[in-house]
């Protein structure tokens, strides 16, 4: 069976609204990182797009990360609130047919999409605690990686419970661009979060 996305004007109305929305780039930052933007952690300055379910929020959020390239931001985080959705947003982005769909409007554009799984941060006994592959490779990415967008899937669990979550804890036994932390190291990178 072959999938054809379409564009659908309520989708294109949203990702037109957030780009509007969106405040003024305030300076490049370094080659690691997204630039900041104007009045960045300002929670009145957070851009909010309700929809139903079934309408096409993932078509959105894919889109609205290529739309998002354009202004110079190549790192985001995508936050799901089940394993469900998370299994199906992977396979949404990593889809040859929203590949081939996206491809039209941006050429030669891909996303990297790096999931945090829960079993990513589990050592043997005994043996070093390291940062898992995922957040290395999203930390260490580059902007003059001109046609790559790198994308964290993660589910909410592991980012907000903050008192359990092994990404928020600071005892590895490597460092990342000079953090031990993994939240402190993408925090470093500036991610756009959806």
Do not use: W
């Amino acid at each position: 069976m072959k999938i054809n996305l379409e564009e659908l004007d309520y989708q294109k109305d949203a990702i037109n609204a957030l780009l509007k929305a969106m405040p003024e780039i305030e300076r490049e930052n370094g080659v690691y990182s997204n630039p900041l933007i104007e009045n960045a952690g300002d929670e009145k300055q957070f851009i909010d797009i309700k929809m139903e379910t079934g309408t096409g929020k993932t078509y959105v959020y894919t889109r609205t990360m290529l739309e998002l390239n354009k202004l110079g931001f190549f790192k985001f985080i995508i936050v799901v609130p089940s394993l469900a959705i998370k299994e199906g947003t992977k396979n949404f982005i990593t889809s040859d047919y929203a590949k081939q769909h996206f491809s039209r409007f941006f050429p030669n554009k891909r996303i990297d999409l790096q999931l945090i799984n829960a079993g990513d941060f589990s050592t043997k006994k005994g043996r070093r605690r390291n940062f898992p592959v995922s957040i290395m490779q999203f930390c260490h990415s580059t902007i003059n990686e001109k046609n790559s967008i790198q994308c964290l899937l993660i589910s909410d669990k592991g980012f907000l419970d903050k008192s359990n979550s092994a990404l928020f804890k600071d005892d590895y036994d490597q460092t990342l661009n000079g953090y031990n932390c993994p939240i402190e190291a993408i925090k470093d990178a500036k991610p756009k979060f959806i």
